[in-house]
Antibody
Framework: QVTLKESGPGMLQPSKTLSLTCSFSGFSLSTSGMVVSWIRQPSGKSLEWLAA???????YYNPSLKSRLTVSKDTSNTQVFLKITSVDTADTATYYCARRRVGITPFDYWGQGVMVTVSS | DIQMTQSPASLSASLGETVTIECRASEDIYNGLAWYQQKPGKSPQLLIY???SLHTGVPSRFSGSGSGTQYSLKINSLQSEDVASYFCQQYYDYPDTFGAGTKLELK
């Protein structure tokens, strides 16, 4: 059974760095073809793909946010991390991690999401 | 980036009715399109992938169609549990992009 779960600080101040963790089970990111992505959704709005990391350690970023994003994974291949630097109120959103297989494929499993509020 | 224009933004329908939601891509996405259902406070759930393939466990009243730049999601015989928001996503080209969503309510 594939499950993913996000964790984060809940609230942070503008200009700080947001650190998020995606912990997953039921698959390993060491398995060829596996990819974990980060997607966010401001309240009442649509979804925005942010970044991804694949089984081989290759990283992909949304060009619109690339300068502020860093995605990484742990050596056990059961956690993926996302850092967003210099946050502001526009980064207030629910952040999801989701799994996909490499190639032209959809997100087949999603975490429950973690809400992050940027406020002074 | 490929822009996804989804319509309508909201939709009110009666139980048992058939509803259709449309998505138009700004360029050909060669059936690299998925539909997701999102209930309040929950994460999106995959319904349809590759434009017309039903994801495992999704009821057969959901179906997808289309090609090129025009795609649609149809829900036959609307059930109360179908009340949700629906999003299209193109995954043909990097970066993935999503439609603005359609909020489906019961009349």
């Amino acid at each position: 059974q594939v499950t993913l779960k996000e964790s984060g600080p809940g609230m942070l101040q503008p200009s700080k760095t947001l650190s998020l963790t995606c912990s997953f089970s039921g698959f390993s990111l060491s398995t060829s073809g596996m990819v974990v992505s980060w997607i966010r959704q401001p309240s009442g709005k649509s979804l925005e793909w942010l970044a991804a990391i694949d089984w081989d350690g290759d990283k992909y970023y949304n060009p619109s946010l690339k300068s502020r994003l860093t995605v990484s994974k742990d050596t056990s291949n059961t956690q993926v991390f996302l850092k967003i630097t210099s946050v502001d109120t526009a980064d207030t959103a629910t952040y999801y991690c989701a799994r996909r297989r490499v190639g032209i494929t959809p997100f087949d499993y999603w975490g429950q999401g973690v809400m992050v509020t940027v406020s002074s | 980036d490929i822009q996804m224009t989804q319509s309508p933004a909201s939709l009110s329908a009666s139980l048992g009715e058939t509803v259709t939601i449309e998505c138009r891509a700004s360029e050909d996405i060669y059936n690299g399109l998925a539909w997701y259902q999102q209930k309040p406070g929950k994460s999106p759930q995959l319904l349809i992938y590759n434009a017309n393939s039903l994801h495992t466990g999704v009821p057969s009243r959901f179906s997808g169609s289309g090609s090129g730049t025009q795609y649609s999601l149809k829900i036959n015989s609307l059930q109360s549990e179908d009340v949700a928001s629906y999003f299209c996503q193109q995954y043909y080209d990097y970066p993935d992009t999503f439609g603005a969503g359609t909020k489906l309510e019961l009349k």
